[in-house]
């Protein structure tokens, strides 16, 4: 029988080096067929790919609900009953209202679109990004002089529902009802230029911009009157305000927007999601 073979020291250093050297050599010239599957997995799944899909399913989730027929909550037809339904209003705005514009902004750049130059340029955009929202028997707009009367098309829908879902809750809460005024839509960035030139505080990355944000008002209301009939006195702007605050939430609970309660401004700035 042969003798067996032992592997030396020598020989052990020489194989090792030989063994690092060479994955030193394959990690240079192909980084990637060494990259650790944890950080395969962290790229993947990084926080910015999370947040942008969870905005895209949770747009679907939206889309499923708004594509629903409108319908009131009570037969208004039928013989009246003697159910009363209160108005509860929120607790405190400020904290059923929260959303900053950071929480915003990432939802508004992703389902939004691009900043126009001006009102030219957005004018040229087709109805599949933006549309135009001057006009609507369930709001007004306000005369507008930071922004222009267009929204992204999901935007657009989700204004007319808040506005329609308002007055439904009038009627239904047996108010006078009143339209809600819309005080500010998308922002060009001559419009977002002009700002800042007399406003330095006037923030240059702003929702407006993507055309997804809108501003209500909740100080003061647009009186629905009939040009024919005499004039007629109207809900008091605190009642509207207070229906206003549970139409609102009830949309923010159920996903379908981000709502921040301005208080020097006097409006709601809400962002469709």
Request: glycine letters at 4%; a positive charge; charged letters at 25%.
């Given at each position: 029988?042969?003798?067996?073979?032992?592997?030396?020291?020598?020989?052990?250093?020489?194989?090792?080096?030989?063994?690092?050297?060479?994955?030193?050599?394959?990690?240079?010239?192909?980084?990637?067929?060494?990259?650790?599957?944890?950080?395969?997995?962290?790229?993947?799944?990084?926080?910015?790919?999370?947040?942008?899909?969870?905005?895209?399913?949770?747009?679907?989730?939206?889309?499923?609900?708004?594509?629903?027929?409108?319908?009131?909550?009570?037969?208004?037809?039928?013989?009246?009953?003697?159910?009363?339904?209160?108005?509860?209003?929120?607790?405190?705005?400020?904290?059923?209202?929260?959303?900053?514009?950071?929480?915003?902004?990432?939802?508004?750049?992703?389902?939004?679109?691009?900043?126009?130059k001006d009102r030219q340029e957005a004018s040229r955009f087709g109805h599949d990004k933006l549309v135009y929202v001057g006009g609507n028997p369930f709001y007004h707009v306000k005369k507008l002089d930071n922004s222009i009367p267009y929204l992204v098309p999901r935007a657009?829908?989700?204004?007319?529902?808040?506005?329609?879902?308002?007055?439904?809750?009038?009627?239904?809460?047996?108010?006078?009802?009143?339209?809600?005024?819309?005080?500010?839509?998308?922002?060009?960035?001559?419009?977002?230029?002009?700002?800042?030139?007399?406003?330095?505080?006037?923030?240059?990355?702003?929702?407006?911009?993507?055309?997804?944000?809108?501003?209500?008002?909740?100080?003061?209301?647009?009186?629905?009157?009939?040009?024919?009939?005499?004039?007629?006195?109207?809900?008091?702007?605190?009642?509207?305000?207070?229906?206003?605050?549970?139409?609102?939430?009830?949309?923010?609970?159920?996903?379908?927007?981000?709502?921040?309660y301005e208080r020097k401004q006097g409006c709601y700035h809400i962002t469709a999601r």
């Amino acid at each position: 029988m042969g003798e067996k073979k032992h592997f030396g020291k020598k020989a052990f250093v020489k194989t090792f080096f030989g063994i690092v050297l060479i994955l030193f050599f394959v990690k240079t010239l192909f980084p990637s067929l060494l990259l650790p599957l944890a950080d395969k997995e962290a790229e993947v799944l990084s926080p910015s790919t999370l947040q942008l899909d969870s905005i895209a399913l949770h747009a679907r989730y939206v889309d499923s609900l708004m594509s629903q027929p409108h319908c009131l909550p009570v037969d208004l037809s039928r013989t009246p009953t003697t159910t009363l339904h209160r108005i509860w209003s929120v607790s405190s705005y400020e904290r059923a209202f929260p959303d900053l514009n950071d929480v915003q902004m990432a939802t508004a750049e992703r389902l939004g679109n691009p900043p126009v130059k001006d009102r030219q340029e957005a004018s040229r955009f087709g109805h599949d990004k933006l549309v135009y929202v001057g006009g609507n028997p369930f709001y007004h707009v306000k005369k507008l002089d930071n922004s222009i009367p267009y929204l992204v098309p999901r935007a657009q829908l989700l204004l007319t529902y808040i506005a329609r879902t308002f007055i439904d809750s009038l009627l239904v809460k047996k108010i006078r009802p009143s339209q809600l005024i819309v005080t500010s839509l998308t922002r060009t960035r001559e419009d977002v230029d002009r700002l800042r030139s007399h406003n330095p505080n006037a923030s240059e990355r702003s929702c407006h911009c993507m055309g997804t944000t809108f501003d209500i008002s909740y100080t003061k209301y647009y009186p629905i009157q009939d040009p024919e009939a005499l004039p007629v006195r109207q809900t008091r702007d605190d009642t509207l305000r207070w229906v206003l605050s549970e139409v609102l939430q009830d949309a923010r609970r159920q996903g379908l927007c981000y709502v921040k309660y301005e208080r020097k401004q006097g409006c709601y700035h809400i962002t469709a999601r």
